[in-house]
């Protein structure tokens, strides 16, 4: 597993978030893009491989205020185009889980309850239309007390290359660490015994390293 196979992950995520919206989006050797306005908090466009050239890649998206790129491999300079770094991250994989029980009460998300996971994640930006692909699964840790944690995942690749990504997790009560171990295991058995893959940045990613995930490169988001 490497930075690409992250990033080829979270270009899916962002394909199944924009065309949820009703977005159109292509995906070409190198990159993937829509060529209108993201979702809020999702990029426009996101590299597949290092060296795309900057020109082909703000041709394939509203270069105008408001855009923003995701730079997987943080090799581009937007700065001359009139973008500044929204933030720096690092790219995470791990290792198939081992089979095991999680500590939280997690829940599967169905379209009936997603307006809970919408609340507890502080966004209605994920539409319900993302639950129809079978490798998607939205997560919900809630006990008595009310929602603990929230998380996405999906699946993506093919054969041996299958790794499913894990996103949007959010710790609203209790042990960071705790949520991202359970993580890997509810991964395994929701989607299958496939490695995981996913990014964050400064404090968040002390968690997912102390429960075995490993950094394997820097991305950058560029916003205009």
Same mark, same amino acid.
């Given at each position: 597993?490497?930075?690409?196979?992250?990033?080829?992950?979270?270009?899916?995520?962002?394909?199944?978030?924009?065309?949820?919206?009703?977005?159109?989006?292509?995906?070409?050797?190198?990159?993937?893009?829509?060529?209108?306005? =993201?979702?809020?908090?999702?990029?426009?466009?996101?590299?597949?491989?290092?060296?795309?050239?900057?020109?082909?890649?703000?041709?394939?998206?509203?270069? =105008?205020?408001?855009? =923003?790129?995701?730079?997987?491999?943080?090799?581009?300079?937007?700065?001359?185009?009139?973008?500044?770094?929204?933030?720096?991250?690092?790219?995470?994989?791990?290792?198939?889980? %081992?089979?095991?029980?999680?500590?939280?009460? *997690?829940?599967?998300? +169905?379209?009936?309850?997603?307006? /809970? *996971?919408?609340?507890?994640?502080?966004?209605?930006?994920?539409?319900?239309?993302?639950?129809?692909?079978? #490798?998607?699964?939205?997560?919900?840790? +809630?006990?008595?007390?009310?929602?603990?944690?929230?998380?996405?995942?999906?699946? =993506?690749?093919?054969?041996? %290359?299958?790794?499913?990504?894990?996103?949007?997790? /959010?710790?609203?009560?209790?042990?960071?660490?705790?949520? *991202?171990?359970?993580?890997?295991?509810?991964?395994?058995? +929701?989607?299958?015994?496939?490695?995981?893959?996913?990014?964050?940045?400064?404090?968040?990613?002390?968690?997912?390293?102390?429960? #075995?995930?490993?950094?394997?490169?820097?991305? /950058?988001?560029?916003?205009?």
């Amino acid at each position: 597993m490497d930075a690409s196979s992250a990033a080829a992950n979270n270009a899916a995520w962002c394909d199944l978030v924009c065309r949820a919206a009703g977005l159109p989006t292509q995906t070409r050797a190198g990159l993937w893009s829509t060529p209108t306005r =993201s979702p809020e908090a999702y990029p426009d466009g996101v590299t597949l491989r290092p060296g795309v050239p900057a020109q082909e890649v703000l041709g394939s998206v509203d270069d =105008s205020a408001g855009a =923003s790129v995701k730079d997987s491999f943080a090799d581009l300079d937007l700065a001359p185009h009139g973008y500044t770094v929204l933030f720096e991250a690092r790219w995470l994989v791990r290792a198939v889980a %081992r089979p095991g029980t999680p500590l939280l009460p *997690w829940r599967s998300i +169905e379209a009936t309850t997603l307006p /809970r *996971w919408w609340a507890a994640h502080g966004s209605r930006v994920v539409g319900a239309a993302v639950l129809d692909d079978p #490798g998607v699964r939205l997560l919900l840790a +809630e006990d008595d007390e009310g929602p603990v944690a929230v998380a996405a995942l999906n699946r =993506s690749g093919d054969g041996p %290359r299958t790794v499913v990504g894990v996103s949007n997790v /959010r710790v609203l009560r209790g042990d960071p660490e705790t949520v *991202w171990a359970d993580l890997a295991v509810v991964a395994r058995q +929701e989607l299958g015994p496939h490695p995981l893959v996913g990014y964050e940045s400064g404090a968040d990613l002390a968690p997912p390293i102390a429960t #075995g995930f490993a950094t394997v490169g820097p991305l /950058r988001v560029w916003i205009r």
